[in-house]
């Protein structure tokens, strides 16, 4: 079993920058696949970001690509999003999530991840 506390999230104007962190707890994470995802209000969940254990493997979606950086600490257990140049169509609860294997060509679904955390709010203003 795994445990995600995620932290970080808040207020920002637009352009600005956050980042934000997810915790691990129950297992060494550094063999698993680590995502961030997004909801906002009256939307889906949708994809983010994930870190594959290999070193360099990160993906993004089009929509956070060259803004949004993850990165995760293995010996902290510990996965980070950066996300600079900030928009308001960012707002959403960021998830973080972790998945015991990594599916190349659908790590974009959300089925394709075992556990998740309860998520931080990320508001930007205008």
């Known amino acids: 079993q795994v445990q995600l506390v995620e932290s970080g999230g808040g207020l920002v104007q637009a352009g600005g920058s956050l980042s934000i962190s997810c915790a691990a707890s129950g297992r060494r994470f550094s063999n698993y696949v680590i995502a961030w995802f997004r909801q906002a209000p009256g939307k889906e969940r949708e994809f983010v970001a994930v870190?594959?254990?290999?070193?360099?493997?990160?993906k993004y979606s089009d929509s956070v690509k060259g803004r949004f950086t993850i990165s995760r600490d293995n010996a902290k257990n510990t996965v980070y999003l950066q996300m600079n140049s900030l928009q308001p169509e960012d707002t959403a609860v960021y998830y973080c999530a972790v998945g015991e294997s990594y599916y190349s060509t659908t790590y974009r679904l959300m089925q394709r991840y075992d556990y998740w955390g309860q998520g931080t709010q990320v508001t930007v203003s205008s």
């Open positions: 870190s594959v254990w290999i070193a360099g493997a990160e």
